[in-house]
């Protein structure tokens, strides 16, 4: 549901392949108040699209190649309030 949400695609290059490869990216990690790949917990669809929000969608490799600073983040990506 968060997955479809946010686009169904990585914001990146466009991966859609498998839904395990998605991975949400906090835009600021100050404003993170809980992992949403955390597996086993359960929370209301309005505390998930809250912090859904603050995220933007990417595979795995993107995702990684974003922390390792290969990927800069397109400037038009802000954190939605």
């Not at 914001?11 to 991975?23: E, F, L, P, Q, W």
């Not at 929000?53 to 974003?66: P, Q």
């Not at 800069?72 to 990506?77: A, D, G, R």
Request: proline share 1%; charged share 30%; with cysteine.
């Amino acid at each position: 549901m968060a997955i479809e949400y946010k686009g169904g695609k990585c914001m990146i290059c466009g991966y859609n392949k498998y839904v395990g490869a998605m991975d949400f990216h906090h835009l600021d990690e100050r404003s993170k108040k809980f992992d949403l790949s955390t597996k086993g917990l359960t929370r209301s669809w309005d505390k998930t699209k809250t912090e859904v929000d603050k995220c933007m969608l990417v595979c795995a490799n993107c995702h990684r190649e974003i922390h390792a600073g290969l990927v800069q983040l397109p400037k038009e990506i802000s954190v939605e309030k």
